[in-house]
């Protein structure tokens, strides 16, 4: 298999708080990986690092063989990593169709017009919301709104999706939707690494899963036995 994301003894401190400790792992093409650990444990800010929202103190993030930490958020994006947030990011005053051209005028080859309006389309396909591109973004229901974020994600064709807990605030019918839209991605060969607090989501989705606890990585290793972890349930616990 090959290695595309390859992070080593990656470090961030906050004055003289270590949020993250020397964390190495690394995510096979294809793999989909989830990054757990309680509240606080470093999670997000492994994953600004990634995204180069936030500098690393030390350490490196690289893509395929090509070190990418150091580079500015829209030099790590043209290099083929792409997020979604916490809270969902949309351009309310403008329409479905519209919020994904406006992400395709940021690619490394920026996409107009024309071009732009068949690969909106095309993006909103994939994400099931073929058809609905002139409906205004702030009318869409939450998980619709979801599917958009996802759909302007895609928009850059990233190597990697960070996912952070992108199926929160989901009821069980619309999680199952957004898991099975997320199997749909893997299925197509994107490679992914998800922060999320959904076990249920984290069991149908993950082959592997990364532990971290107070900044450190406790566990790695496939789903199942990481989640029956001893050390994994302690860190749980304690939280
Ligand atoms: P998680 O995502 O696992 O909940 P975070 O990465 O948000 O954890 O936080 C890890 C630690 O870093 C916490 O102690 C948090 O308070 C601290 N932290 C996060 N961001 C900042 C920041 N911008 N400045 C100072 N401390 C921060």
Redesign the pocket.
């Known amino acids: 298999m090959t290695q595309l994301l390859d992070i080593t003894a990656l470090t961030k401190q ?2 003289g ?1 270590t ?2 400790n020397k964390v190495s792992f690394s995510v096979n093409a294809g793999e989909i990986v989830a990054l757990l ?10 994953l ?1 690092m990634i995204s180069g929202a ?1 500098q690393a103190t030390s350490g490196t993030v690289a893509l395929e063989g090509d070190i990418i930490s150091g580079l500015p958020p829209n030099g790590i994006a043209h290099k083929g990593v792409s997020r979604t947030f916490q809270l969902v990011k949309i351009l309310p005053s403008l329409s479905v169709a519209e919020n994904i051209i406006a992400a395709l005028a940021f690619r490394p080859q920026p996409l107009w017009g024309r071009g732009a309006r068949d690969q909106a389309e095309v993006l909103l396909d994939r994400v099931g919301l073929g058809g609905r591109g002139d409906e205004h973004a702030d009318e869409l229901t939450y998980i619709d709104q979801k599917r958009m974020e996802l759909a302007r994600a895609l928009a850059s064709e990233p190597r990697l999706l960070l996912l952070d807990e992108w199926l929160s605030g989901l009821n069980p019918t619309e999680l199952r939707v957004g898991i099975d839209l997320i199997l749909s991605l893997r299925q197509s060969g994107m490679t992914i690494v998800l ?1 999320e607090h959904i076990m249920e989501a984290v069991r149908a989705l993950c082959t592997r899963s990364v532990v ?1 606890n107070v ?1 450190s990585k406790i566990a790695d290793g496939p789903t199942a036995d990481v989640l029956s972890d001893a050390g994994v349930i302690a860190a749980y616990l304690g939280d």
Not at 37 to 46: F, I
């Open positions: 906050f004055g708080l949020a993250v650990g309680p509240n606080g444990s470093g999670k997000t800010t492994l600004n936030l922060v971290m900044g």
